[in-house]
């Protein structure tokens, strides 16, 4: 058994050493950064006006993106399992779309659509709406690539509890709303919860797609990790690391909800 | 509406269902949505790309940068899927099959790239492996530093794909084949790998996919002529105002995201004994939520 065990030992030490290169030290590097210079330069950049500015515009795209993206997930993760249809395959394949599909074309394809010389971008204009370099631009930017993970969560849930207790509430009369409420929304909240949790990630962290959408304009369109990426490019290195603390530190306890979601349903 | 439930014999069979014209209503709702969210601005992309005509696309497409920072793009992200193929394999079976005090927070970090900005992503790698690395070394501005940051991104697309396939094998297979003589890496290339294969698949597909179209990570490290990826090739067309150039890339990008979407439903069909969502052809995704509705604790038994 001696050779067993060393190759038991062999793959864990490959397996986390990997981890621990990869994920792991980098992230501890951060804090270590950030406070290389005491408390003062990070806080600061984040207190400054932009850095706030930058906070609260990343808590408006969570704001709408994650409700608006979980009543469409849950509906349309009722209606692909519980009613067939032909069209339902292709319904499924567009949802994946948003995970195989670079952020900078996803942003490009919205630029490309509500810009000057875009489809709807002149119309638009014509009625004093600005979409591009503004909050709705980035909204939609922030809804698209935050698109598939409630409804991917929902689903597999969804199959899993199946329709015996639905059948048994509508047999004592309750109808579809009320069925929804008492019965199915309760059996599947935890799959619900997480795909919010990972959307609400996704959203937190968007880069490619709002970058080009927004322009990151200091103080007008810029989110948090807009800010992170000025702030490095401009070498005030002290907000850049800041700023990724603060969203490491919110990655993290998304981290937290996910495993604590995870322990719940179990 | 007639739905007083009156007759027994019309209760919904399937659970909740919405009436005829409700499904046809939601059905519409959603395909609305998807049409304004996905379906138009990925339309506007297809036709800016052939605006000017096949002719222009091609040239376009094959102009000197545009391969440069294609090729740059595919090579790497293939490098990247085998080099995190061997590691998620590995990170997945230690998970499973060992036991080691910290295990859940190992296990927890696995999603750290999923919920980590992806600009932060970068950051941290350039602490680390940058300018004043302690280890000496400065990834900034060089291929190893867009292969590492897309090695930090895709990691858990294989270790949420495999590890649920790890936890539903029958051991009995491995003790059978043990118990006829087989040995340790004999036991995992006949009976393990081929079981583990159509997860294996598709967490490489969807890897591969993200390591195409990775941007964030990459924002800080590759901003050199050197280390440009199809994404950041594609911002600076858009920074110089080639709509029409920056549209026509994004259309290789896209047919290759169809192409590895396309491949994964199909794996995904092939090994459909392991896939809840086979028998109504829907797709599931290896995300990190994968073995939610397991239990928890038969690993650690």
């Not at chain 1, 001696?2 to 190759?7: D, E, H, I, Y």
């Not at chain 2, 539903?168 to 294969?197: K, Q, V, W, Y």
């Not at chain 2, 392991?274 to 038969?298: A, C, I, W, Y």
Request: charged residues 15%; proline residues 5%; glycine residues 10%.
């Amino acid at each position: 058994m001696s050779s067993s065990r060393s190759s038991r030992w062999g793959l864990r030490f490959l397996g986390i050493g990997y981890l621990t290169l990869l994920l792991l030290a980098p992230l501890v590097m951060i804090f270590f950064k950030t406070f290389e210079d005491g408390i003062g330069p990070p806080l600061d950049a984040i207190t400054s006006p932009d850095g706030l500015h930058a906070l609260k515009l990343t808590l408006i795209m969570v704001a709408v993106a994650v409700p608006l993206n979980t009543i469409f997930g849950i509906g349309c993760a009722l209606l692909l399992v519980r009613h067939r249809w032909k069209g339902n395959v292709i319904i499924d394949g567009i949802i994946n779309l948003p995970f195989a599909i670079s952020p900078i074309v996803i942003g490009l394809s919205l630029f490309l659509l509500y810009g000057a010389n875009g489809w709807f971008g002149p119309a638009l204009a014509d009625v004093g709406f600005k979409v591009l370099f503004s909050i709705p631009g980035m909204i939609l930017a922030s809804v698209f690539v935050s698109l598939p993970f409630v409804v991917r969560e929902v689903v597999p849930v969804l199959q899993e509890i199946g329709t015996d207790q639905e059948q048994a509430a509508s047999t004592l009369g309750a109808n579809a709303w009320q069925t929804f409420w008492r019965i199915t929304l309760p059996a599947i909240r935890w799959g619900v919860a997480y795909g919010m949790v990972l959307t609400t990630a996704r959203v937190l962290g968007e880069f490619g797609a709002v970058t080009i959408v927004s322009g990151s304009i200091s103080g007008k369109t810029q989110t948090l990790p807009l800010f992170v990426a000025k702030q490095f490019e401009g070498f005030n290195f002290a907000g850049a690391y800041g700023a990724s603390l603060l969203l490491a530190v919110l990655a993290l306890s998304t981290l937290l909800a996910m495993n604590l979601l995870k322990r719940k349903e179990a | 509406m007639e739905a007083h439930a009156a007759h027994p014999a019309a209760a919904p069979r399937a659970g909740i269902r919405l009436p005829g014209v409700g499904a046809g209503l939601g059905r519409g709702t959603i395909l609305l949505y998807l049409s304004v969210i996905v379906l138009l601005p990925l339309a506007a992309v297809a036709s800016k790309a052939f605006d000017n005509g096949l002719d222009a696309f091609w040239t376009a497409v094959t102009a000197p940068q545009a391969v440069a920072a294609l090729e740059l793009t595919f090579i790497a992200s293939l490098i990247v899927v085998v080099i995190n193929a061997f590691f998620g394999t590995i990170i997945a079976w230690v998970l499973v099959r060992d036991e080691f005090p910290g295990k859940p927070i190992i296990n927890a970090v696995i999603d750290l790239p999923f919920a980590l900005p992806t600009i932060v992503a970068g950051l941290t790698l350039l602490a680390l492996y940058g300018a004043d690395s302690p280890f000496g070394l400065d990834v900034f501005t060089t291929r190893v530093g867009v292969v590492m940051a897309l090695l930090f991104v895709t990691l858990p697309f294989v270790v949420r794909a495999v590890q649920p396939l790890l936890l539903e094998m029958d051991r009995e297979m491995e003790a059978a084949a043990a118990s006829l003589g087989a040995r340790g890496f004999t036991i995992f290339r006949r009976i393990i790998f081929p079981n583990l294969l159509p997860g294996l698949a598709a967490g490489v597909a969807l890897a591969f996919a993200r390591a195409l179209g990775e941007f964030g990570s990459l924002a800080l490290i590759a901003i050199a002529f050197k280390t440009e990826v199809a994404s950041v090739y594609i911002r600076s067309l858009v920074e110089s105002g080639n709509e029409s150039g920056a549209a026509a890339v994004s259309v290789v990008l896209l047919g290759a995201s169809l192409l590895l979407l396309a491949s994964i439903t199909l794996v995904q069909r092939w090994g459909s004994r392991h896939d809840r969502g086979g028998n109504t052809g829907l797709t599931v995704m290896p995300m990190s939520g994968e073995d939610f509705t397991k239990d928890q604790e038969t690993d650690d038994e």
